[in-house]
């Protein structure tokens, strides 16, 4: 077989599965993200009109997204641990405004405060203001730090 030939059929065989490798990773991405969540746009662009403009927004994950739909900058909670050390650290940091994805965090510490079970105990410290249902993310709220004083 000239060499021609192999080549050839070399380069085929790199296209197909190329292309077969690509869509097994598309059907992935679609299927584990908020890509082709209907409702988490609106409920960014909802939570947009009830954060004043320039206000900073901690969140519990989803940072990129909520910055990109709302246009607020964003702040993970990075090293904090609680309800308490989570007010210590918004206090501190003049944030008033937590957009919590309930049941995740990228902050490990804080998983359990943001589940399902006990992400509501964080209104004995911050307002809640909103409740927003999503396809892909089962519920998003969003509070706002109660005054110290």
Known sequence: MPVNKILALAGIALI???????????????????IYDKKLIPALKNISVLVPPGA???????????????????????GVSSK????????????????VFQGS????KLKSLFSSQQVRTLETSFQL?????????????????????
């Open 16 to 34: 197909v599965l190329s292309v077969v490798n690509f869509v097994a990773q598309m059907q992935t991405i679609s299927r584990g993200s908020g």
């Open 56 to 78: 900073v927004m901690v969140v519990s994950t989803q940072g990129p997204y909520v910055t990109y739909f709302t246009g607020h900058i964003t702040k993970v909670p990075w």
């Open 84 to 99: 308490e050390s989570l007010v210590e650290y918004m206090t501190k940091n003049h944030y008033d405004y937590l957009v």
């Open 105 to 108: 965090s990228e902050e490990p």
């Open 129 to 149: 203001m909103g409740i927003f249902k999503t396809d892909s993310f089962s519920t998003i709220y969003l509070f706002k730090l109660r005054d110290s004083g």
